[in-house]
Protein backbone atom coordinates (compact mmCIF):
# COMPACT_ATOMS: atom_id res chain seq x y z
CA UNK A 1 0.00 0.00 0.00
CA UNK A 2 1.08 3.49 -0.70
CA UNK A 3 1.68 5.94 1.88
CA UNK A 4 0.26 9.44 0.96
CA UNK A 5 2.30 11.09 3.66
CA UNK A 6 6.26 11.35 4.10
CA UNK A 7 8.45 10.86 7.64
CA UNK A 8 10.65 14.00 8.47
CA UNK A 9 12.74 13.22 11.36
CA UNK A 10 13.61 16.64 13.30
CA UNK A 11 15.63 17.78 16.42
CA UNK A 12 14.02 19.85 18.78
CA UNK A 13 14.91 21.25 22.05
CA UNK A 14 12.93 19.49 24.72
CA UNK A 15 11.23 23.04 26.08
CA UNK A 16 10.07 23.16 22.24
CA UNK A 17 8.84 19.28 22.27
CA UNK A 18 6.61 19.81 25.68
CA UNK A 19 5.40 22.90 23.92
CA UNK A 20 4.25 21.49 20.74
CA UNK A 21 2.63 18.24 22.86
CA UNK A 22 0.75 20.86 25.40
CA UNK A 23 -0.55 22.43 21.77
CA UNK A 24 -1.69 19.43 20.17
CA UNK A 25 -3.69 18.62 23.33
CA UNK A 26 -5.17 21.84 23.69
CA UNK A 27 -6.17 22.25 19.87
CA UNK A 28 -7.37 18.24 19.88
CA UNK A 29 -5.25 17.38 17.17
CA UNK A 30 -1.61 15.54 16.30
CA UNK A 31 1.35 16.71 16.34
CA UNK A 32 1.98 15.79 12.67
CA UNK A 33 -1.65 18.23 12.45
CA UNK A 34 -0.61 21.04 14.45
CA UNK A 35 3.26 20.85 12.77
CA UNK A 36 1.08 21.10 9.13
CA UNK A 37 -1.16 23.68 10.76
CA UNK A 38 1.19 25.93 11.76
CA UNK A 39 3.11 25.58 8.70
CA UNK A 40 0.24 26.65 6.77
CA UNK A 41 -0.17 29.87 8.90
CA UNK A 42 3.71 30.60 7.99
CA UNK A 43 3.12 30.33 4.45
CA UNK A 44 0.30 33.08 4.96
CA UNK A 45 2.31 34.86 7.11
CA UNK A 46 4.85 34.76 4.53
CA UNK A 47 2.65 35.54 1.56
CA UNK A 48 1.01 38.25 3.06
CA UNK A 49 4.68 40.16 3.86
CA UNK A 50 6.06 39.50 0.32
CA UNK A 51 2.31 41.60 -0.73
CA UNK A 52 3.10 44.20 1.34
CA UNK A 53 6.34 44.37 -0.21
CA UNK A 54 4.67 44.72 -3.85
CA UNK A 55 2.37 47.52 -2.55
CA UNK A 56 5.36 49.43 -1.44
CA UNK A 57 6.94 49.04 -4.55
CA UNK A 58 3.65 49.90 -5.88
CA UNK A 59 2.99 52.72 -4.35
CA UNK A 60 6.32 54.29 -4.80
CA UNK A 61 5.47 53.35 -8.79
CA UNK A 62 2.60 55.43 -8.37
CA UNK A 63 3.80 58.93 -6.38
CA UNK A 64 6.91 59.10 -9.02
CA UNK A 65 3.86 58.93 -11.79
CA UNK A 66 1.31 61.05 -9.70
CA UNK A 67 -1.60 58.35 -10.75
CA UNK A 68 -4.69 58.74 -9.30
CA UNK A 69 -6.91 55.93 -10.23
CA UNK A 70 -6.17 52.66 -11.50
CA UNK A 71 -7.40 53.60 -15.08
CA UNK A 72 -4.34 56.22 -15.15
CA UNK A 73 -2.07 53.22 -14.45
CA UNK A 74 -3.73 51.01 -16.85
CA UNK A 75 -3.87 53.35 -19.31
CA UNK A 76 0.09 54.11 -18.39
CA UNK A 77 1.17 50.25 -19.09
CA UNK A 78 -1.31 49.55 -21.80
CA UNK A 79 -0.75 53.30 -23.46
CA UNK A 80 -4.51 53.38 -24.29
Not at 22 to 36: C, D, G, P, Y
Amino acid sequence: MNRNTQVLSVSLPPEVYKKIEQLSRVERKTKSQLIRDMIDEYSVSQFKKEWAEVRKIGEKVRKKYNFKTEDELFEYIHGD
